[in-house]
């Protein structure tokens, strides 16, 4: 099979931005991928951050001005990735110069945002737009989404997904925009890591029907660029408890989303247990799966027992990678653009895919559902 060629161009050339780049010279990794993406054009109204892409012998095109980038003719694919006060403009004009494009969360800064967006969408010919969400790509967690699709958990009791980052946890970091509602939304912490928590519960059709929004603002101020204290308005953590429905019945359905969560850097977590079965991932340990069942024990009889598989190397996209290596950051950000270019080209099949723009929108209703709870204090149900 030829692979096909696609020009990519990135707007935001930020940690991000690099970590894309550095994902795509990475591509020869995969095996039989009917893409074979190029790097050619950065942008960044930051001159400095442009000079890191200066090593990449592809880039052909930098720019400031992200208008010249998408004017190019040659560029078939966007990745996007800037503050979230200027999603909608960009992610708009992106689609209606008739570029594909993978979308930096929240997909807009609040549920109108998001509206606008699935609006340009339908209404521009052929668009294809999806949203980046790349812990799930891990071996381990797309072991755990396979074996809740088996039906082995039987009747679902509870399931859990987490994201618990620390990077607020030191006081004296400097105010950025994370940190600003009027940048990054009034969902502060949702807005900022909340698809982490909701790609694979919505992908699973665990929509919550009811639930009880938690939030914490913990940092109230934080150093200006003199060092003078100003108001951090933002939600730090963030627990939602909700009601879901699997084959039917209800069940518990609890995501966290934290950036002040002690003792740990950048952990996604997901758990779903049942009567029949059940399924755990952190990666914190990416390699370790564990798996719950009623076993018989020589001598001893049926008892319960959480049992740990290693996951290996391999996610949705054969690699060249040994299968019993371990999986990292990395290979989950190489992985999560190989379903996307994979589902652009119609060969990604029922493997499992990045966020779609209705689940997307979707988050923002939930995230305004759970401030709304939080401030009365009761269960709320999110808005259609």
Known sequence: MTAQRVNVGIIG?????????????????LIDHPADPQLVAVCDINPAALEWFDRIDSVRLTTTDYTELLADPDIDVVYIAVRHDLHEQLYIDTIRAGKALLAEKPFGIDRNAADAVVAAIAQTEGAFVRVSSEMPFFPGAQWAIDYVRSGALGRVVEAKCAFLHSGDLDVTKPLNWKRQKQFCGEAGVLNDLGMHTWHVPLRLGW????????????????????????????????????????????????????????????????????????????????????????????????????????????????????????????????????????????????????????????THRIFAAAIASHEDGVLTTPAS
């Open 13 to 29: 050339g930020g940690l991000m931005g690099r970590e894309i780049a550095a994902a795509i010279r990475r591509w020869p990794a």
């Open 207 to 362: 929509t919550p029907e009811r639930l009880l929004g938690l939030l914490q603002d913990i940092v109230t101020e934080r150093p200006g660029p003199d060092g003078t204290p100003l108001p951090c308005d933002t939600w730090d953590n963030a627990v939602i408890h909700s009601w879901a429905t699997h084959d039917g019945e209800p069940f518990v359905l609890t995501t966290e989303t934290k950036r002040i969560a002690p003792g740990e850097k950048n952990t996604w977590e997901f758990e779903a247990i049942g009567m029949s079965g059940g399924v755990r991932f952190s990666t914190k340990n990416p390699k370790s799966v564990e798996v719950f069942a009623i076993v018989d024990v020589p001598g001893i009889g049926r008892e319960q027992s959480w049992q740990r598989v290693d996951a290996g190397s391999q996610s949705v996209w054969p690699t060249v990678t040994g299968p019993n290596f371990e999986s990292g950051f990395s290979d989950a950000i190489l992985q999560m653009w190989a379903a996307f270019l994979a589902e652009r080209a119609g060969r990604l099949g029922e493997r499992f895919g990045t966020v779609r723009p209705d689940e997307a929108a979707l």
